[in-house]
Each structure stands twice: as structure tokens, then as C-alpha cells.
């Protein structure tokens, strides 16, 4: 197999044209990420090749041809407009990781709405807050799912069609729909929307440190951006079986878990299952797969089982590892390049670029625990917290900046422009994150420059914790910070202050993590809560979560003076 083109190679004159050349789109024709990801590559002959192996925790199993994707996606986009859905409308999609999910999402965006991905294990408060926020016009989800719709849809005007995917009408209230889409007779010609560059495709709820989340607004335009780097990052070859492990409820799982590979004509394998370190090396075995897009927190866990259950397998097939969402440390590296005889790759990125910017390129030498280089095309540095000029000492920490304007990049936040342009500082978008860079131009990962709180590649906003913490009877006040752990590198911590009359316990401890677990979510949901008498506040009474976070890192807190004065 020959070596792929080096770093050095691919970035000499580059131009995002490489892509849209390879893709067949020209500047101000009609994109669709739904079409490209389907009829296109049956197009160019390949619409008996697998495009999806799936299987789910007890073993059921289904394979879907790049053909099925497109006649079931015509299916689903069919129906869509059936009920009246119009072009630019939300459709959440709200379910594990069954086929109806990847597939639903080429339909709604065949139809030209705008796919709204939401994580299955959210509660009923999250839930509620991102459907309210999108205006989101219909929801596709499961029977087990649908408790939770029901408790918060006489609270959402907009919300006209509920859609459950596997239940029959009878079993159903009257103002919820049943649709089966494999029961369904299929769609063979499907007039696909004309949607345009700049036409909203996505819209991914990401947590900040202010406010509730916010929605990221993807356009068709990203496929340009998350084809290539899914091609050369992930290093995506038309024999390859990929599997990543990321939901689509997020980024990774949508941008590398449908589009990119989907783009490329890659078959890809889904596994709807939780961590379990023997099921997925026989997955990895059973599907021969040969590029594996993972996850720190996933890899840590695989470490802890130990090497033993890995010689147990034939996983050979793997060519190409790499993961994302947290910093990779070095152990995690070296003890992959023991196990699997290669190493992991990092990848850097977040929701708002859509797609992979800094990164290990497959070929390149790994520095083990860096995050690599920038993705041709693409400007970074780290910036000067005070001047936002770009820092230029290797070595020295700075905040992660990139020069605005690569396909994937979102266009900004639902309805929430101001909070999308403090992003940018002297002409430079910034990730939030702090790096430093060394002499060779390798990035390596320093910190989140923000209260968010990354558990096990999740961010967590802590204001959407207080606020839900505020449900509680007993809670008076409370401050949701970061704890270290050795697992998910970061849980969430919960400091409260108590309403007269309640009392400090175990049980009330608790009531109050069931109450954020089934609210907002398990990852959301504090490991630990502290019973205070007070919250360190600034004179105007803001609570600062910092001192606090501090404490849990041992880290010295720094100078106060300006935040405590505010
Ligand atoms: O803090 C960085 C961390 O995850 C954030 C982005 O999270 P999200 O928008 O949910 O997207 C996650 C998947 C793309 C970043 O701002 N992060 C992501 N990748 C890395 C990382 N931190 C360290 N190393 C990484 N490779």
C-alpha cells in the first residue's frame, strides 16, 4: 500500500478548490450535503457498496447499500414534506444510534431543513431548552425517548409533529405520527431541495460558560471542509471499514460519523452500545475495521482493562487510530503503539469549526502528547491574552486562535449573533482553549481558557447545571466547577449553598444528582456536591467559579483583583 502524501506535500499551494474539484461542486451551483452523502456516490458507480454496517447492544445486525441510503433518505425527506415541513424549519433528531438516525439526517437535509441532532440521554430540561431555543417544527424520535417529549410539549408552540420511528399508529396518541422507515414503501426519485453554500444544514447545541447553550449553525458548504480532512486526516480509503464512536448528539458524530466518511464512499460500522472493552475489540474483529476514530476518555478506559483482553483478538485489520475531544496524553500513545502497534492521532477541534483544524497528519512524526500541526489551509496560533497579538516565543502559552473563514466554520449562533462575534478578536476567531507552540510548529494543548467543564469529551456549561440545580427545593445557590478524574479527566462539582430550613445529608446529596441526572443528563449530573455556608462572589455579588475550580486542581488562584472588583 503506497505512503500517503506527507504533511509538506499537501499543504504547498493549497485551496479548499482540491476538495470541491474531487466533490463535483462548482462556486454557485445547488449543494447538498443529504445528495452528496447518497445519489452522488451512487453516481460514480458505487451503489451496491456497503455504506453501513450497524448493530446494536444485543447483537441485531443490518447493512444498508450507498442505493438503500439514498431511497431510504428519499423516504424520509418524502414524508418530511408530506407533513408540511418547510425548507429551513428544525427537525430534531432525537434517538440512539439506529440506522433511522444516520439515514434521517441525509432526509432532512435532502429536504433542505435544517437537522438538529440531540444527545438520546438527555433529560426533559435539556431537552426542552434547545427545542425551545430552535423553534424546532418536528422531532424524530424512539418509543423509548418519547416520556420525555411528552412531559414538555405543551410548553413549545412551535413543535407541530412528534415522529416515532418504532411504534405503530394504534400504541401512539392521536397527535403523534408512526413512521417505520424501512416499513415504508420506498421513495425511488426524490426532487431534491436546491440548497446553496451558504444554505443552514446543521444545528449543533454546544455549552458555554455564560448562558444556556447555544445552537452552532452548520451550512451544506461544511461537506467541502469535513470530506478532506475526513480523507487525509482520517486517512479514509475507498477499501477502509471505519468505525467511530461518537454519537451524532455531537459534532464528531455528525461532521466523522456521517458526512465525512459518507462523502468519501467509505462503508462505515456503528455499534449502538456502551463501553465495553471484549465487545468492541470482536466488533473491531468482527467487522474487520481499519480506521477507528476514538476518544481520550474511551482509550483510558481500554488501558485500564489492560493489554491481555487485546491479544485476545485479531485486530490487525486496524490501519489508522485517532481521537479527539480531550487532550491525549502520552501514556495513552505509547501504550497504543504497544497494544496496536501504532498510535493514536490527535485531532483538535471543536463544534464551531466543524471540522478537524489541528492535528497529527497520518505520516507525520507523532510527538506524543502534542495535537500536532494545522490542518493545510488553515491559520492558527496562539495569541497574547492581553494584546491578542500572536505570541512569538515557542513554548509560551497563548490562547488558540484561527484566521476566520474555512468552509466548516459555523456562521454563528441561533439567534445569538453578539455571542458569536466575542468570539473574534483582532481578526482572529478564538477556540477558548490555551496552547503553547513549539519550535517544529506542533501545538500543544494547555487548558480551556473558560468554567466549561469537558468530562470524557462532553462539554458540560456550568450555567445550565446551576440553573437546573435552582429546581431543587433545598438549593439556595450553587456554583458547577470542573473536579479532576482519572477516567473522564474532568466530572462535574457541584458547591451549594442551602435555603433556611434544610439541612446538609447524604440523601439530600442524592436527590439533588437525580434531580440534574434525570433533568439534564448522566454527564451532566454532579459526582460530587459540597455543602457550603457561602459562594466566593465578586462586590457585585457574581459568583466566581475560578477560586473554586482552583481549589479542586491545587492550583494557586492568581491575582483576584479585577474579577473581585467587577
Ligand atoms: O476544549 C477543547 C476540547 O473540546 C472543545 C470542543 O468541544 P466540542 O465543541 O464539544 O467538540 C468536541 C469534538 C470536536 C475544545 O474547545 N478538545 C477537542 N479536541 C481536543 C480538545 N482538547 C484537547 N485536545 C483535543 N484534541
Not at 28 to 38: D, L, R, T, V
Not at 112 to 136: C, I, N
Not at 455 to 470: I, K, M, N, Q
Not at 552 to 564: Q, R
Amino acid at each position: 500500500m503506497s505512503a500517503p502524501p506527507s504533511y509538506e506535500q499537501l499543504s504547498a499551494n493549497f485551496s479548499w478548490s482540491v476538495a470541491e474539484r474531487q466533490l463535483g461542486y462548482r462556486p454557485g451551483a445547488p449543494i447538498n450535503i443529504g445528495w452528496m452523502c447518497s445519489d452522488r456516490i451512487c453516481q460514480l458507480g458505487m451503489s451496491r457498496k456497503l455504506a453501513l454496517l450497524w448493530e446494536d447492544y444485543q447483537g441485531n445486525q443490518k447493512r444498508f447499500t450507498y442505493d438503500d441510503l439514498r431511497t431510504l433518505s428519499n423516504t424520509v425527506a418524502h414524508f418530511l414534506t408530506l407533513q408540511e415541513i418547510l425548507p429551513g424549519e428544525r427537525v430534531c433528531l432525537f434517538m440512539d444510534r439506529v440506522p433511522d438516525l444516520y439515514i434521517g439526517f441525509l432526509g432532512i437535509l435532502k429536504m433542505g431543513a435544517v437537522a438538529q441532532p440531540l444527545f438520546s440521554a438527555f433529560g426533559d430540561e435539556s431537552l426542552f431548552v434547545r427545542l425551545a431555543d430552535a423553534k424546532t417544527s418536528a422531532i424524530i424520535t424512539q418509543k423509548k425517548h418519547l416520556y420525555k417529549v411528552r412531559k414538555i410539549r405543551s410548553q413549545l408552540p412551535d413543535l407541530r409533529h412528534v415522529v416515532v420511528v418504532d411504534a405503530d399508529q394504534a400504541s401512539l396518541q392521536p397527535d403523534e405520527i408512526a413512521f417505520q422507515m424501512e416499513k415504508t414503501p420506498r421513495i425511488e426519485f426524490f426532487a431534491v431541495y436546491p440548497t446553496t453554500a451558504e444554505s443552514p444544514s446543521v444545528l449543533h447545541y454546544t455549552s458555554g460558560t455564560t448562558g444556556l447553550p447555544k445552537g452552532a449553525q452548520h451550512v451544506h458548504y461544511s461537506i467541502v471542509s469535513q470530506y478532506l480532512t475526513a480523507k487525509w486526516v482520517l486517512d479514509l480509503r475507498p477499501d477502509d471499514i471505519y468505525w467511530c464512536n461518537a454519537d451524532p448528539g455531537w459534532v464528531t458524530g455528525t461532521s466523522y460519523g456521517i458526512i465525512g466518511p459518507w462523502a468519501n464512499g467509505v462503508t462505515q460500522a456503528v455499534l449502538d452500545s456502551g463501553f465495553n472493552a471484549g465487545h468492541w475489540y470482536e466488533f473491531i474483529e468482527k467487522y474487520r475495521v481499519t480506521v477507528w476514530y476514538s476518544a481520550p476518555t474511551a482509550i483510558r478506559l481500554l488501558m485500564k482493562e489492560g493489554a491481555e483482553i487485546v491479544r485476545k483478538h485479531d485486530v490487525s485489520s486496524l490501519r489508522h487510530l485517532a481521537s479527539v475531544g480531550e487532550p491525549l496524553n502520552h501514556e495513552a500513545v505509547l501504550w497504543s503503539e504497544e497494544v496496536f502497534g501504532k498510535p493514536f492521532h490527535d485531532t483538535f477541534w471543536q463544534t464551531e469549526t466543524g471540522c478537524i483544524v489541528i492535528t497529527n497528519f497520518p505520516g507525520m512524526p507523532v510527538k506524543p502528547g502534542s495535537m500536532g500541526k494545522p490542518f493545510p489551509g488553515i491559520i492558527a496560533t496562539v495569541l497574547d491574552p492581553k494584546t491578542y497579538e500572536p505570541v512569538d516565543h515557542p513554548g509560551v502559552a497563548g490562547l488558540i486562535a484561527l484566521r476566520p473563514g474555512w468552509p466548516s466554520q459555523i456562521r454563528g449562533y441561533w439567534n445569538n449573533q453578539a455571542g458569536f462575534q466575542a468570539r473574534f478578536k483582532n481578526g482572529w476567531y478564538l477556540c477558548g482553549d490555551r496552547a503553547s507552540i513549539d519550535p517544529d510548529g506542533y501545538f500543544w494543548f494547555m487548558g480551556r481558557d473558560d468554567d466549561v467543564i469537558n468530562t470524557g469529551g462532553h462539554l458540560v456549561g456550568p450555567f445550565e447545571v446551576e440553573s437546573a440545580l435552582l429546581g431543587c427545593p433545598a438549593v439556595a445557590e450553587s456554583a458547577a466547577v470542573a473536579k479532576p478524574d482519572p477516567i473522564n479527566m474532568e466530572v462535574v462539582k457541584a458547591y451549594v449553598t442551602l435555603k433556611r430550613g434544610f439541612q446538609a445529608s447524604d440523601d439530600l446529596e442524592l436527590e439533588i444528582m437525580n434531580h440534574i441526572r434525570k433533568r439534564l443528563s448522566p454527564l451532566a449530573m454532579p459526582q460530587e456536591i459540597e455543602f457550603v455556608d457561602a459562594l466566593p462572589k465578586t462586590r457585585s455579588g457574581k459568583i466566581v467559579r475560578r477560586v473554586l475550580r482552583c481549589k479542586e486542581f491545587h492550583e494557586p488562584v492568581g491575582d483576584l483583583s479585577t474579577i473581585m472588583d467587577d
